[in-house]
């Protein structure tokens, strides 16, 4: 199953070639300010699966570790289509999950930073969520860590 997305304007369009490694979504309160929003959705995808079209344009940002991430946007609408973020060292990178043509197909499996979490917003009583950043043992499938342990073995 491909994924499929693009950005509000149509210039950038992309393709997610094999199932994300993970999907999450982030309550930190970065990615509320970035968003403007309650949380933000972040596909984990390899870079090699991973295929885009258009024009892109890439500001750094700082995060609270110091370490700071790559933004690429549509350079013409500026939607935000995935982050990379520098700490990571696996060709690894963060696909914001709301540019998908259709995100119900990638719903999050697990919350993170849920400590900064909107009062309002109700987890589901079996969602799993950390205070925090995310313990990848328990989150992760084997499928997820035995790609990963591939890609670091041929990086
Ligand atoms: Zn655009
Ligand atoms: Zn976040």
């Known amino acids: 199953m491909a994924l499929i997305g693009s950005c509000i304007c149509g210039e950038v369009h992309y393709e997610i070639r094999d199932q994300p490694l993970f999907v999450h979504a982030c309550h930190c309160a970065d990615c509320q300010r970035y968003s403007g929003s309650a949380f933000v959705i972040l596909l984990g995808v390899a870079e090699a699966d991973f295929e885009i079209e258009g024009n892109i344009s890439t500001v750094t940002n700082p995060t609270p570790s110091g370490s700071g991430y790559d933004a690429h946007a549509c350079s013409k609408c500026a939607t935000v289509i995935w982050n990379k973020y520098h700490f990571v060292e696996l060709p690894i990178i963060a696909v914001r999950g709301g540019t998908l043509n259709d995100p119900t197909l990638a719903p999050p499996t697990y919350h993170i930073f849920t400590r900064s979490k909107q009062p309002w917003f109700e987890l589901p009583d079996d969602a799993i969520a950390f ?15 035995k790609k990963m342990e591939e890609m670091a073995k041929g990086a």
């Not at 205070?131 to 860590?145: A, I, N, R």
């Open 131 to 145: 205070d925090g950043w995310l313990d990848s043992s328990q989150v992760w499938s084997p499928e997820t860590l």
